[in-house]
């Protein structure tokens, strides 16, 4: 069985750029979370999508959206790029009340 | 604000004994409570899963948990050069985490063979 997968492994952009990260959630599974790893900071909840609609977010500004797809999958946009953006954005899955399974990350890095 | 504390380690165990990893939660009203493992440049792996107080088993690994006390642990028997990694509790509102983990900063194990 296929884990969580996302893309890109990596992306490099300049502030102010906008960033598009994806994620495909484990097969079956209808729940995504975003989560941001920033050096020092710990794992914080960004986005929980369920069903294609928007059930939580974490104390993050509105520059950071996303939406989910009929096929469960999800993006995670992140607006006017700023450097304290540069972090590890993981993608986790679910199904209903289990736990959630996370994907390799994408590394964004802000120049 | 919900809180989760964890000592940041390293915390360092000799291969074959136990390992023992602590964790203290701020919100009473938490119902669901896991311990993920994570090695450098790696994402979480799921370990443990506990929803109820008292002790669950899976192999090498037990989670305590007191809701009392504000209390998750993790310990690790037979501790191996493998199980060497960031270990993160994670807290949630509702079961399964379906609200969104509140993770604490991970403490870093070091098993010395």
């Known amino acids: 069985e296929a884990g969580v997968t996302q893309s890109p492994t990596h992306l490099i952009k300049t502030r102010g750029q906008q960033a598009t990260l994806r994620c495909s959630p484990i097969s079956g599974h209808t729940s995504v979370y975003w989560y941001q790893q920033a050096l020092g900071l710990g794992l914080q909840f960004l986005l929980w999508?369920?069903?294609?609609?928007?059930?939580n977010r974490g104390n993050f500004p509105p520059r950071f959206s996303g939406r989910q797809f009929p096929n469960y999958s999800s993006e995670l946009n992140v607006n006017a790029l700023e450097l304290e953006d540069s972090a590890l954005y993981l993608c986790a899955s679910s199904f209903r009340s289990q736990p959630q399974h996370f994907g390799d990350g994408t590394r964004l890095s802000i120049l | 604000q919900k809180e989760v504390e964890q000592n940041s380690g390293p915390l360092s165990v000799p291969e074959g004994a136990i390992a023992s990893l602590n964790c203290t939660y701020s919100?009473?009203?938490?119902?669901?409570f896991f311990w993920y493992r994570q090695y450098s440049g790696k994402s979480p792996e799921l370990i443990m899963s506990i929803y109820s107080n008292g002790d669950k088993e899976d192999g090498r690994f037990t989670a305590q948990l007191n809701k009392a006390s504000q209390y998750v642990s993790l310990l690790i028997r037979d501790s191996q050069p493998s199980d060497s990694a960031t270990y993160l509790c994670a807290v949630s509102l509702a079961g399964g985490g379906a609200d969104g983990l509140t993770f604490g900063k991970g403490t870093h194990l070091i098993i010395q063979p």
């Open positions: 999508y369920d069903e294609g609609e928007e059930r």
């Open positions: 919100d009473r009203g938490s119902q669901s």
